[in-house]
């Protein structure tokens, strides 16, 4: 079946980098897009960005232009999500999520299982 | 960017009761709107999309209708494992997606 797997929780200091791994099976990871989403305690979900694993281009929510950055490994059919800069603010469950089309127009799923980015001195 | 705000923010049914959660988007957004239910400790799982198709393995009660910028889901007899929250995501504006803040569906 589709599948996403995230890598595990993180714990990080104020100004430090994260980098969270998903691991796409069951489906051609190169064929669909890969979003990411974060949501911090008690609040909604927040879209991050977007790329295209088999261009590689990608594409930011505003908000986190310049700070994060979208990569992946085809060879391994896993996305990665790298955000800088991190401040308490960035404390949050990370999820990745595929695009459930290959068409311009869909939402999203599956989701991978989040994974917990804690920022604290 | 597409603001989408949900309604209620907190929404209390008791079992067996219908429930309506609404939607409305800033600007049109056609029929390119999905429905997610997220329970605790877990990752959103998508209900409906398309404004009104039903997700694989998704239950008959489940509904969704609207397009533009009004949108609804209606969960016509709730079961205990339907209290959750609920986003609506409008996909419409495509790569810039967006989500509403949520309804918490609670047991009243």
């Known amino acids: 079946q589709v599948q996403l797997v995230q890598s595990g929780a993180e714990v990080k200091k104020p100004g430090a980098s994260v980098k969270v791994s998903c691991k796409a099976s069951g489906y051609t990871f190169t064929s669909y897009d890969i979003n990411w989403v974060r949501q911090a305690t008690g609040q909604g979900l927040e879209w991050m960005g977007w790329m295209n694993p088999n261009s590689g281009n990608t594409g930011y929510a505003q908000k986190f232009q310049g700070r994060v950055t979208m990569t992946r490994n085809t060879s391994i059919s896993t996305a990665y999500m790298e955000l800088s800069s991190l401040r308490s603010e960035d404390t949050a469950v990370y999820y990745c999520?595929?695009?459930?089309?290959?068409?311009?127009?869909?939402?999203?799923?599956?989701w991978g299982q989040g994974t917990l980015v804690t920022v604290s001195s | 960017e597409i603001v989408m705000t949900q309604s209620p923010a907190t929404l209390s049914v008791s079992p067996g009761e219908r429930a309506t959660l609404s939607c409305r988007a800033s600007?049109?957004?056609?029929?390119?709107l999905a429905w997610y239910q997220q329970k605790p400790g877990q990752a959103p799982r998508l209900l409906i999309y398309g404004a009104s198709t039903r997700a694989t393995g998704i239950p008959a009660r489940f509904s969704g209708s609207g397009s533009g910028t009004e949108f609804t889901l209606t969960i016509s007899s709730l079961q205990s494992e339907d209290f959750a929250v609920y986003y609506c995501?409008?996909?419409?504006?495509?790569?810039?997606?967006?989500f509403g803040q949520g309804t918490k569906l609670e047991i009243k």
């Open positions: 600007q049109s957004v056609s029929s390119n």
């Open positions: 995501q409008q996909y419409n504006n495509w790569p810039l997606y967006s």
């Open positions: 999520a595929r695009k459930k089309g290959s068409g311009w127009y869909a939402p999203f799923d599956p």
